[in-house]
């Protein structure tokens, strides 16, 4: 039976437009990081305002949580829900074989996207961002159809059917929680490098040639590391660039 992290709270809501919305209401009140799980999400998005297509038996959550470090350090967090969500597919199946990840925000299994992440955060209060919400959707029964999601894109997959492991989102929940408290722990205590360095250890596509798109240009280049700050380092024909954010395209 896995057990609860301590220090963590959690509420379970039947239905609510967005667990991320959700967070930015309660995030006031809150004495310590806490997790929502919505059951039923009406308006669910994504990265770049995107709709997040969410039927019953998905998993829709936001950890929300106060941080203490820097806004560049803070969004580091990407990773560690990127981790923590790797461990939590290797609980609920027993295997983590076809599981990868993908820069910047997705789980990959079977080479599908099983999972994604939306780190959002509030504005500053004494020089620290006053609180993050880490959304975080799973296609645990149902992926979304390949003709909704945009050209060239990472082709949707669920868990139930890359897998046969049938989940609830409760049971899910579980599962990431007190694998997101391990990898936290080792965040605060140690920083990103051995972050860093698992991540890359799990991701999809080093030494291939992969192309980063942004609203106004893209790169493409052989995907070499990861560096100390989160960017994408691609070797391109007119050497090293690094990217802070973009959307990848294999």
Do not use: C
């Amino acid at each position: 039976m896995i057990k609860w992290p301590e220090g963590y709270g959690r509420r379970i809501l039947a239905e609510v437009d967005s667990t991320n919305a959700e967070a930015a209401r309660i995030a006031p009140e809150l004495a310590g990081p806490e997790w929502i799980l919505g059951l039923r999400q009406t308006q669910g998005r994504g990265r770049r305002g995107r709709a997040w297509i969410d039927p019953l038996g998905n998993f829709a959550a936001t950890l929300v949580m106060r941080p203490t470090e820097s806004p560049d350090q803070v969004a580091l967090r990407s990773f560690v829900t990127s981790l923590a969500l790797y461990d939590a597919f290797g609980t609920v199946t027993g295997r983590t074989d076809g599981l990868s990840l993908k820069w910047p925000n997705d789980v990959l299994l079977n080479g599908g996207k099983v999972a994604g992440i939306l780190l959002e955060s509030a504005g500053m209060v004494g020089g620290v961002v006053s609180h993050i919400a880490i959304g975080i959707g799973v296609n645990l029964a149902h992926a979304p159809d390949a003709a909704v999601v945009e050209k060239h894109a990472t082709r949707p997959v669920s868990l139930l059917s890359e897998t046969g492991a049938l989940v609830q989102p409760e049971e899910f929940l579980e599962a990431l929680a007190s694998a997101y408290a391990r990898w936290e722990t080792q965040f605060v205590t140690y920083g990103f490098e051995p972050i860093r360095s698992a991540w890359m250890s799990r991701a999809a596509r080093i030494g291939e040639v992969i192309t980063a798109r942004t609203t106004r240009d893209e790169t493409t280049g052989t995907f070499e590391t990861v560096d100390s700050k989160g960017n994408l380092v691609l070797k391109t024909a007119k050497g090293r660039v690094a990217i802070p954010a973009a959307d990848i395209f294999f």
